[in-house]
C-alpha cells in the first residue's frame, strides 16, 4: 500500500486523513498544531515534526490549509517540497485556493517533473468524517485518473472541472452559492419565527415546496431544528465564518477579474463582514449568520 504526506489536520483534514489510514494507505501527517497531531496519531497516522520527515519514501502528497498564502509556503521556493519529491510524485491540494495560485502550483510541480491537481472539497465536515465529500479537480486528466483511488477514499463524487486551477474556480462558485442560500434561508426562517411559526415545523414545509436547498435540509442554521449539525452545539466547530469569508473574497476578486456582475454575492460577503466583525464570531461556523438576523431576547414582536 502506498505510503502518503498529508498536510493540514484541521477540522477538514483531519478526519479525511484518517480515513486514509483506515482505508490501510501509510499515511505520515504532519501540522503545526500539536494537538492535531495527537489527534492524527489515534486515528492512525505517524504523526511527523517536520515536513522533510513527512515526505521521507511518499508516493503521494495531500495538503489541505486555509490559504494560498501557507500553499505556496509549503511547496514553493528554494526549500518548498516541490524541490525535495522524487519525479513523478502526486500532489493534491485539497485547500481552496485562488485559481491563478493553483496553477502557479501545477506549473511549478510540472517543471520538476511531478504530477498535480488542484481538489477543493464541498460538503462540510460531516461529509469530511464520512468520507463523503465531492472533490472539483483541476489540472491534467492523467494525474486526475491517478488520484481517483485515494479521493474515492476521501469523497463519494469527484469531478475533473478542467485544466490546473479549474477546481478552485467550480469550488467558488459553489461557495458563493451556498452563501447566498444560507442568508436567504437564515432570513426566511427568522421571519417566520417573528410572526408566530415554529423554526422545525416552517423547516419542515419548505423542505417540502420550492424553497428547498441545500442549507435548509442538511445544515439547518435555525437552532433546535436538526441534530449533528453546528446550530445544535452553539455553532461550534463546522466551517468558520473567517473561511466563508476568505472564499467569498476569492470569489470577489475572480469576478473582478472576469468582469463578472456578482450583485447577490458581494451582498452576502458584506453580511459575513458584519457578522464577523468580532474574532469570536469569525471562529464561529457560518450557519451562525442566523444570529445576525434573531432579535434579542425581550424586545417587541
Not at 495531500?62 to 500553499?71: C, E, N, T, Y
Not at 519529491?85 to 481552496?96: F, G, H, K, Q, Y
Not at 511549478?108 to 463523503?132: E, F, K, N, W, Y
Not at 461556523?285 to 434579542?296: E, G, L
Request: charged share 15%; net charge negative.
Amino acid at each position: 500500500m502506498e505510503k502518503i504526506a498529508f498536510f493540514g489536520l484541521g477540522n477538514m483534514g483531519g478526519p479525511m486523513a484518517a480515513n486514509l489510514a483506515k482505508a490501510g494507505y501509510t499515511v505520515a501527517a504532519f501540522d503545526l498544531n500539536s494537538d492535531a497531531l495527537v489527534q492524527a496519531q489515534q486515528d492512525g497516522c505517524i504523526p511527523c515534526e517536520s515536513a522533510q520527515q513527512a515526505i521521507e519514501g511518499v508516493d503521494t502528497v495531500i495538503s489541505m490549509l486555509p490559504s494560498g498564502k501557507a500553499v505556496k509556503g509549503l511547496y514553493l521556493g528554494g526549500e518548498g517540497l516541490l524541490q525535495q519529491l522524487p519525479a513523478e510524485t502526486l500532489v493534491i491540494d485539497c485547500s481552496t485556493i485562488s485559481a491563478e495560485d493553483a496553477c502557479l502550483l501545477s506549473e511549478a510541480a510540472v517543471a520538476c517533473g511531478l504530477r498535480a491537481i488542484d481538489a477543493p472539497v464541498s460538503g462540510g465536515t460531516a461529509a469530511a468524517q464520512a468520507g463523503t465529500l465531492c472533490f472539483m479537480c483541476g489540472g491534467d486528466a492523467a494525474a486526475f485518473d491517478a488520484a481517483q483511488a485515494l479521493l474515492q477514499v476521501m469523497g463519494g463524487k469527484t469531478f475533473h472541472a478542467g485544466a490546473a486551477g479549474a477546481g478552485q474556480v467550480a469550488k467558488i462558485c459553489n461557495n458563493l452559492l451556498l452563501a447566498i442560500h444560507m442568508t436567504g434561508t437564515a432570513e426566511a426562517l427568522q421571519l417566520g419565527v417573528d410572526k408566530g411559526l415554529d423554526a422545525k415545523i416552517l423547516t419542515e414545509i419548505m423542505r417540502e415546496s420550492s424553497g428547498n436547498n441545500w442549507s435548509l435540509a442538511n445544515y439547518n442554521p435555525y437552532p433546535g431544528t436538526m441534530e449533528n449539525v453546528p446550530s445544535a452545539t452553539g455553532y461550534s466547530g463546522g466551517f468558520s465564518v473567517a473561511l466563508m469569508l476568505k472564499d467569498l473574497g476569492l470569489a470577489m476578486d475572480a469576478a473582478s477579474t472576469s468582469a463578472s456582475s456578482t450583485p447577490m454575492g458581494a451582498l452576502a460577503k458584506n453580511l459575513y463582514q458584519l457578522h464577523g466583525t468580532s474574532e469570536q464570531n469569525q471562529q464561529l461556523d457560518f450557519s451562525s449568520i442566523q444570529n445576525m438576523f434573531r432579535r434579542p431576547a425581550g424586545s417587541l414582536t
